[in-house]
């Protein structure tokens, strides 16, 4: 390539066909090890009298006077150098805004061709990822779908280097993700085919590229590249993204006859156990199935933690055999597992054992522990705790936590903003959901969404836990808590009821065996109690901490900690814009009034961008 990447920043470029910037015909692969590239601030060369710079070499050191005083003495600026590059090229290589006005204003050609590559200003300035001069070019009618001497467009190129923001902001433009080289390959054909890894194919799946288009040599689809490359991440997303496993190329080869003629078992691995996946998904009963897998996983988990209650509460006193069913129950539950309830459905596991759990606690409640408490008063407890339990639990994972929702045009006029602003950045724009991020927001892989106020995504419900169910959250936490309480303390007092000994007469292992002996069913319930009330009261009293005295999420609270930890200067978790006290703290998070005596601040967290701070006075604050 022409510019070979580097870039005249006082340090070695004596003249324009020599040093960094004097580099014609470099292949693109090397383009990666050259990274001195000038900025705008970097320090000029040491005692040089500028004004003996010819203009080629002002225009690589940014040098306007210079370059004004040469152009207003008589010089073309569309007049090219020995290597058939002109003053616009060297500008757009070293991102001087400034030149590539003036120079345009002065006649210089915005699509001129020039270099050993036979490339346009935008080509390189696409190459190098200046963002800033792609849009001022694009601004001054540049070309994005011009082909270069290799056969590429602007996107291509911004595919080959991986400039994400480049990418996003010239499809945003109007180029399409579907354009096509000299060899009629789309940029996610070249992407699979010449970039180990995942970006930028994952990042050109959010465009809605084609995934049957074939090129116009070998008639390859993008999985056909991914495969002759030996792209394993590639190979994975395109599959992820349900690429054809069907479509044969000119010489009638599937993705997998490819995989079979390199010999990379991994790939034939992969492409064979997506076949056998998708040959399940057309059996009608498999579909049915899969409709209700979470209600299979529920029913398994119903009945694996009754079948170990069930095989503890034999009579048998051989372990040995007890043990023997137990393996024989967890083998036959996984195979269940593994043939009916597919891998995105397995994440609920989690979810289904607590309801399990939750069920077969409440059952021996009810039956076993309610007779021994006297009055209805003491019985209240566990009714009103199951209804609250049950009631936020639903709503919490029925609530939207906040996904940030905004359509394709949208997308592209946020990127087009934030590209023109000089803000297109992660801290700011979400490469996977192609949005705008909102203060305080997260992208959650798992969901595969970005979740305002984002706190965590918790397993025990599968479900993000944002601003729209965080409160509810924390009450699901306080009722549970509240269950568990109850029924560990009826579990106390059923054994005292109904056990002949009592730890204070009879010591802890005598006491330990009577126990198991009487009823091996409620210490096993016992154990279900204590291991749910230990991680629901832990995350109760993080949340409850988090909440009333930093008024943070947490999220918040885990980036803040590590940051103090990594920091010479300690971060304060409590100095934070988010913290107004604990009162207002609790009145905010859940929008209680308190019969008027507090005022929360109303805030929109899906729409707010920018950080305002509140006076102690004026606490009502509005989304903008």
Known sequence: MESGGGGCGGRECKNHSHGPLGHHGHSWSNMYEEKDLPKEQDVLPFAEDYSNFD???????????????????????RQPDKENVTLLHWAAINNRLDLVKFFISKGAVVDQLGGDLNSTPLHWAVRQGHLSMVILLLKCGADPTLIDGEGYSSLHLAVLFQHMPVIAYL???????????????????????????????RFLLKF???????????????LHWAVVSGNVSAVDVLLEAGSSLDIKNIKGERPLDLAHQTKNRLLVHLLCEEEKLRARKNSRFLRILEKYEFLLLLVSSLTLIWAIG???????????????LLVFIFVIMSLIARQFVGVNKLQYFPLAFLLGSVFWISWTCFILFLPDFSGTISQLPFFLGMLGLFYYLYKTIRT?????????????????NLGESGSLDFRTFCTSCLVKKPLRSMHCHTCNSCVARYDQHCIWIGRCIGFGNH?????FLVFLTMVNIWALYGTILHWSEHCTTTYWQDGAWTSFTQIVSCSPWVLYIFTLISFHTSWAMLLLILQLYQITFLGLTSHERSA????????KHPVSLRKTPYNYGCLQNLADFFQCKCFGMLKPNIIDWTKQYTLIFHSLKDRNVHAV
């Not at 803040?560 to 920091?567: A, D, I």
């Open 400 to 416: 939207d936590p906040g996904f940030i929702k905004t359509t394709e045009e949208e997308n592209k006029k946020n990127i087009i």
């Open 471 to 475: 409160s509810y959250f924390v009450l």
């Open 208 to 222: 809605n590229p084609s995934l049957k288009a074939v090129d116009n040599i070998e008639k390859n689809t993008a």
């Open 55 to 77: 203009i080629v070499k002002a225009t690589q050191y940014g040098l306007l006077d210079r370059c004004q005083e040469l152009v207003e003495a008589g010089y073309d600026v």
């Open 310 to 324: 069930y095989v503890a509460d034999l009579n048998s006193d051989s372990w040995l055999l007890k043990g023997s």
């Open 560 to 567: 803040l900690w590590k940051q103090s930890k990594r920091s």
């Open 171 to 201: 499809i945003s433009k109007g180029q399409s993700v579907d354009t096509t080289d000299h060899n009629g390959q789309t940029p996610l054909m070249l992407s699979a085919h010449k970039v180990i890894g995942t970006e930028p194919t």
